[in-house]
């Protein structure tokens, strides 16, 4: 019985794979750039509106910091402030309230900054909530060296594009007899062709040369081997963009020696979840880095990963970087780059010069300070 | 009533059941002997070349070996990669029940072959039940790293966890690949970490998991260790999340004493680790059970790329055999063999490519020989 229950939950996720899939064979809309070509209702001249999820702990502070940055650099951008905290919804089960969800439906793109799960509240992770209702299955996570943070690695730009719905983590746990305990990882044909797909269309937007599969397929020869021939199929319809594999024991080895050789990486969730946290330590951990989560019906919510930092919470010491870099990140995939390059480099100046920087950068300025100084560059750059 | 009673009986007879095994299985390992010396006190130890820059590196230690006059036989057993038999494994393996020890090259697993090709050195390391995976990783002193003074023991479980190889496909398109954990082989690793690190002396013990996501497989590993943990009250033990602790590797990695990890967390900590040293040509690593031993490099590199060129350094497999000379009881020859690699190491222009330099592989062994040779005892006092 065990087996059959086993086997249902597979066809289970089968079906809910295949009523995800976007319309039109191999059509995909990755950029609000291709939603305008087709003719859908934001025209050019009229701002976008953004779901802004300002979070919890210096979550607030650090959304406003941003919102005043975009004010400076004149940004298209319309915010629309929602709260995702978990309400039980009929039938029992935990959902996110349904403005927030009509929001999100609506406007397609959000940004959202430190979540906290209370341990005792009954209700999952909020991040896994917003996964499983917006279906957000691509994790990409750019590591670009900060010229003014020093690190012992100087020239890290990679990219970590993780697989974020089944792999490892699908959750799916048995205990056999007492004292054994069986995980299921679990590998389907349409979920690694709908992330190689995401990852190549992703090289080719940013101007990327490489893509490289990281897997264990001398170990894990059934799983791992669909992942990678998925990957090489949809290799073949991007002729411009080289693509290699490598084992992942290689791929920890040859990073932490000279990261410059990686370009963009695709893989399953737990090598993602491993490598997209090496590569943050690489370039100054989770302050810095920025992260996206793509998912299904073009909807893309982009995130700091860092924590709530409950401790510095109202003090105005909050470093706004990793969700700045987000939005940038934002701005790049709506397709309105000079303002996400304007602010990237008015941020990465601040950095470098080193005058007002915030406490875990190395400096003693307050947030506010920090921002102000990038608003007056932005301005400075006009 | 009669029914309670029985109830009793039989809880505490496996309480008592559970206590002894415990026991014993640490009274199995204090009487872990390296087999006895044959053949007029020289030993004999199976020998398997491998691919890639197996064979020549192992060739160089017999050079070595024999240059030395340690009284060690190699007896040498080939193990053809490409042919799907598994005859020439099963012969390795029964060469390693004959002579106890073994010291081998890796043996490549070609990725496109059938799932029921399964990987040969997966194969020897379940057989023979190597269930510990021990890697010391030491910033050595003439090799040029970004991080300093790192000295990490990496005690990996062998045997179970991702690498069980149990992968079927129940519905097409979908593969599931089972993880397993179970309670004694947990608790057989752990006691060997504890058991290691107060015979190093060493005084923290950090268990590397995932169970916030694989709450059952790896919550027991870690609940194992904390039962473990409290018996050895002069070892403080904590734990840490893995993406966490690959992001401190890179950039806090003095922080580390002795990790202990189930299988797959181990292969991505241990070359992380050895890239943080200084690569895959620097570290060696054994695989002990109950009974055998089985050494060969730390990262178990194939080398493919850098086979027949002199140019792979060969200072992981000779640290290797003068661990398994160590394993021998022969002490006096493994320090003499490895002072002489660590003064080779101290002169820049005798390093091999990967840390940096232009050296050949025989400059090195040749280097390392003269230095036996001026340093070491007269032959007359052995």
Not at chain 1, 203 to 228: C, E, P, W, Y
Request: charged letters at 20%; one cysteine or more; glycine letters at 8%.
């Amino acid at each position: 019985s065990r087996g059959r229950r086993v086997r249902s939950l597979s066809r289970t996720l089968v079906r809910r794979w295949s009523r995800g899939k976007p319309d039109g064979a191999g059509e995909t809309r990755w950029s609000r750039g291709n939603q305008m070509e087709q003719g859908k209702p934001d025209a050019r001249g009229k701002p976008d509106t953004v779901t802004l999820i300002p979070g919890d702990g210096i979550g607030p502070e650090i959304s406003s910091a941003v919102m005043k940055i975009f004010e400076a650099a004149k940004a298209p951008i319309r915010w629309e402030e929602r709260n995702v905290t978990a309400i039980k919804g009929p039938g029992g089960r935990w959902m996110i309230p349904p403005d927030a969800k009509e929001s999100m439906d609506r406007n397609k793109i959000g940004l959202k900054g430190p979540l906290k799960t209370p341990i005792a509240a009954g209700h999952p992770s909020m991040n896994l909530l917003l996964r499983k209702t917006f279906d957000l299955y691509a994790n990409v996570r750019p590591c670009i060296s900060i010229e003014g943070y020093k690190t012992p690695y100087t020239n890290v730009d990679l990219v970590t594009i993780r697989e974020n719905t089944e792999g490892e983590y699908s959750g799916i746990e048995h205990v056999i007899v007492e004292g054994v305990v069986q995980s299921i990882k679990l590998i389907t044909e349409d979920a690694s062709r709908r992330i190689a797909e995401y990852a190549f269309e992703y090289a080719r937007n940013n101007q990327r040369s490489s893509v490289t599969a990281v897997h264990k397929a001398n170990i894990m020869r059934m799983s791992d081997g669909l992942f990678l021939r998925k990957c090489r199929e949809v290799a073949e319809g991007y002729k411009d963009i080289k693509f290699t594999e490598m084992y992942l024991d290689t791929v920890c080895l040859n990073m932490v020696q000279d990261p410059t050789q990686f370009d963009v990486l695709v893989m399953p969730n737990l090598y993602g979840d491993i490598l997209s946290d090496l590569c943050a330590g690489l370039i100054g951990g989770l302050g810095v880095t920025p992260s996206g989560n793509i998912g299904a019906n073009g909807v893309a919510i982009f995130e700091s990963v860092h924590g709530t930092a409950p401790d510095i919470a109202g003090l105005d010491m909050a470093n706004p970087t990793a969700l700045l870099l987000s939005a940038v990140m934002m701005l790049r995939h709506m397709g309105l780059h000079d303002y996400g390059n304007k602010i990237q480099t008015a941020c990465f100046d601040t950095i470098r010069d080193k005058k007002v920087l915030t406490k875990d950068l190395g400096g003693n300025s307050k947030c506010s300070e920090f921002t102000a100084d990038i608003c007056r560059r932005i301005q400075d750059l006009d | 009533m009669i029914n309670y009673i029985y109830i009793y009986i039989y809880n505490t007879l496996v309480t008592t059941y559970r206590l002894i095994s415990m026991q014993l299985i640490t009274y199995e390992m204090l009487m872990l002997q390296p087999p006895p010396a044959k053949y007029g006190g020289r030993h004999t130890v199976t020998l398997i070349p491998g691919d890639g820059i197996g064979p020549e590196l192992l060739n160089h230690v017999k050079e070595v070996f024999r240059f030395s006059c340690v009284p060690v036989d190699f007896e040498v057993v080939h193990v053809n990669s490409a042919l799907e038999s598994e005859d020439d494994i099963n012969n390795a393996i029964t060469a390693i029940r004959r002579n106890g020890v073994a010291l081998k090259g890796n043996i490549e697993t070609n990725h496109t072959m059938a799932p029921s090709v399964k990987s040969r050195n997966n194969l020897l390391r379940t057989s023979l039940d190597l269930y510990a995976n021990v890697m010391h990783c030491q910033s050595l002193p003439g090799v040029q790293t970004r991080h300093k003074n790192i000295d990490i023991m990496i005690i990996r479980e062998n045997t179970e966890g991702e690498y069980s190889s149990l992968e079927h496909e129940s519905v097409s398109g979908v593969v599931e690949c089972l993880k397993i954990i179970t309670r004694n082989n947990s608790l057989r690793i752990a006691d060997y970490a504890f058991r290691l690190a107060r015979e190093k002396g060493r005084s923290r013990v950090t268990a590397v998991h995932k169970a916030n996501i694989m709450k059952l497989g790896d919550g027991l590993f870690l609940q194992c260790c904390r039962e473990v943990a409290s018996g050895y009250p002069d070892i403080t033990f904590d734990s840490m999340i893995v993406d966490n602790t690959t992001m401190q590797l890179v950039s806090k990695p003095q922080q580390f004493d002795v990790m202990v990890m189930p299988n797959l967390y181990g292969n991505v900590v241990s070359n992380v680790c050895a890239g943080l040293v200084g690569g895959p040509g620097l570290v060696p690593g054994a695989n002990y059970g109950r009974d055998y031993a089985v050494f060969e490099t730390a990262t178990r590199n194939t080398g493919k790329s850098i086979a027949g060129r002199n140019i792979a350094n060969p200072t992981a497999m000779l640290l290797a055999g003068c661990m398994m000379l160590d394993h021998l009881r022969l002490y006096d020859y493994a320090s003499m063999i490895r002072n002489a690699i660590l003064t080779t190491m101290n002169e820049t222009r005798l390093h091999t490519a990967d840390i940096g330099g232009q050296g050949t592989t025989s400059e090195v062994v040749q280097s390392i020989m003269r230095n036996i040779q001026s340093k070491g005892p007269l032959t007359t006092d052995l």
